[in-house]
């Protein structure tokens, strides 16, 4: 199949797939893929990951991602970087994740920032560093990364890698917990409940660990009771 027809094949399959014919668009998307198309590549991939149109099949999802890799594709490296973290369709291997986490965030992937910061934090592939998690935490936070906004919460919080700030930590936490996080939202409740190094409010504490036990968040769900039946 020549470049043109590969890339013929692979926009039929992109017709397929918005008219919901998932066969029809692996089937096209398999041919474009073999003539090496990397976004077929990457496509075929995803269906795979997520058993649309085909049995799902980590191990077929890791095998097309990585042609795709091969070629720089960012999405297909950070891919790579999910399955080798967690352990799908491979044996788990964090030094591997990280390696492609690092491809893809070099090239701004700040889901890739976030999860290699996490591999940093916690030491997990890599020799653990507080200082350089932070740092691509930060990163992924600057570009919105609402995940990465509220692990910043927690190591500020905690002092781990950065100075011990609360006041900074609760802008943090604010952040991510107006964009309905509810991990953030429980953070910044405990913060105001417990006023350590900021003004103790029990209204704002109430207001969002309310928010959080809303999505379920069951210990803020408790805490709340607590501090209902106090205030009583």
């Known amino acids: ?24 668009a692996i089937e ?14 990457f496509q075929l991939g995803l269906m795979y990951g997520n058993g649309t149109g085909i049995e799902q099949d980590f191990a077929k999802a890791l095998a097309c991602f990585s042609e795709a890799a091969k070629s720089g594709h960012t999405e297909a490296e ?6 080798y973290g967690v352990g799908l ?4 291997d964090c030094a591997e994740a990280a390696y492609w986490y690092s491809k893809a965030a070099d090239a701004g992937h700040t889901a890739a920032l976030c999860n290699l910061a996490g591999l940093y934090e916690t030491g997990k592939g890599v020799t653990q560093d507080y200082l350089k998690a932070v740092d691509l935490y930060g990163a992924a936070a600057e570009a919105g990364n609402v995940i990465a906004i509220y692990n910043l919460g927690v190591m500020t919080e905690n002092g781990v890698g950065c100075e011990q700030d609360f006041v900074r930590a609760a802008e943090f936490y604010k952040v991510a917990a107006d964009s309905g996080l509810a991990a953030a939202q429980y953070n910044l409740g405990t913060i105001y409940a417990q006023g350590v190094g900021i003004a103790r409010d029990l209204t704002k504490a109430k207001y969002w660990l309310a928010k959080a036990a809303e999505q379920g968040h069951k210990l803020a769900g408790r805490n709340l009771a607590v501090i209902s039946d106090a205030a009583a």
């Open 89 to 92: 369709g491979v044996e788990q």
């Open 28 to 41: 096209c998307w398999a041919k474009a893929a073999e003539a090496g198309d990397v976004e077929a590549q």
């Open 78 to 83: 950070y891919s790579l970087g999910v399955l």
């Open 1 to 24: 199949m020549t470049g043109t027809a590969a890339k013929h094949s692979f926009e039929s399959g992109r017709d397929a797939y918005k008219h919901g014919e998932y066969a029809q």
